[in-house]
Nanobody, 123 residues
Framework: QVQLAESGGGVVQAGGSLRLSCAAS????????MAWFRQPPGKEREFVAS????????EYADSVKGRFTISRDNAKNTVYLQMNTLNPDDTAVYYC????????????????WGQGTQVTVSS
């Protein structure tokens, strides 16, 4: 059991940066592989980035490679998403998720979700 809470969303101009945080409750954060998903307006939820329990081998959607960086601090029970060079296509509600599955890019394997945080990128 884990409860997730995202923060750090907001409105930013194209080309700017934001850092999202996801704080997890409990004492078992290090047991979970973590990911960020997003849902743009009018579109389905999609995978953004994932990071495994150890913090090694992060994975990214092609659309964000080279711009976004996922990281975690197990001592703080927190996962981060640093988003650089934002563009209007990045506008979405961003969700933090946790899974014990090794299939870290598969949305259906995540059974713990945060409430989401809105990111709006203006042109």
């Amino acid at each position: 059991q884990v409860q997730l809470a995202e923060s750090g969303g907001g409105v930013v101009q194209a080309g700017g940066s934001l850092r999202l945080s996801c704080a997890a409750s409990g004492r078992t954060f290090s047991d979970y592989n973590m990911a960020w998903f997003r849902q743009p307006p009018g579109k389905e939820r999609e995978f953004v980035a994932s990071i495994r329990r150890s913090g090694v081998n992060p994975e990214y959607a092609d659309s964000v490679k080279g711009r976004f960086t996922i990281s975690r601090d197990n001592a703080k029970n927190t996962v981060y998403l640093q988003m650089n060079t934002l563009n209007p296509d990045d506008t979405a509600v961003y969700y933090c998720a946790a899974t014990t599955s090794f299939l870290v890019t598969t949305m259906g394997r995540y059974n713990y979700w945060g409430q989401g945080t809105q990111v709006t990128v203006s042109s």
